[in-house]
């Protein structure tokens, strides 16, 4: 359970929520997404930071630029974490079906 807390913990933030979003439609850089906000560049660095160590997103560097992307196997396993809570209702209070 503890490797899910950073995800969680990152989705948690609105504005980091907003960035996922911009990246589902496309890979971009630090400075393209920064133009989306009204905030310094160092704040978005801090939120991409946040978003990495999470392993949500990933970075790949392309000539100068550094590319941020959605980690989907991440994504993947929250969502399972979801169905697999919400097929045991029932199940850990010993009742019977």
Same mark, same amino acid.
């Given at each position: 359970?503890?490797?899910?807390? !950073?995800?969680? /913990? ?7 929520? &907003? %960035? %996922? =979003? !911009?990246?589902?439609?496309?890979? !971009?850089?630090? $400075?393209? %997404? ?9 704040? %978005? ?6 978003? /990495? =160590? ?12 550094? *590319? *941020? ?6 994504? =993947? ?10 097929? &045991?209702? $029932? $199940?850990?209070? $010993?009742?019977?079906?």
């Amino acid at each position: 359970m503890s490797l899910l807390n !950073m995800p969680f /913990k990152a989705l948690s933030d609105p504005t980091r929520r &907003k %960035i %996922i =979003q !911009m990246l589902k439609e496309k890979d !971009m850089t630090a $400075g393209e %997404i920064a133009d989306h906000f009204d905030m310094t560049k160092p704040s %978005i660095s801090h939120h991409l930071s946040i978003l /990495k =160590q999470a392993e949500l997103v990933t970075d790949e560097r392309k000539g100068q630029n550094i *590319y *941020y992307s959605l980690n989907t196997t991440v994504f =993947q396993e929250l969502i399972n974490w979801f169905f697999n809570f919400t097929d &045991k209702r $029932g $199940g850990s209070t $010993g009742e019977e079906d």
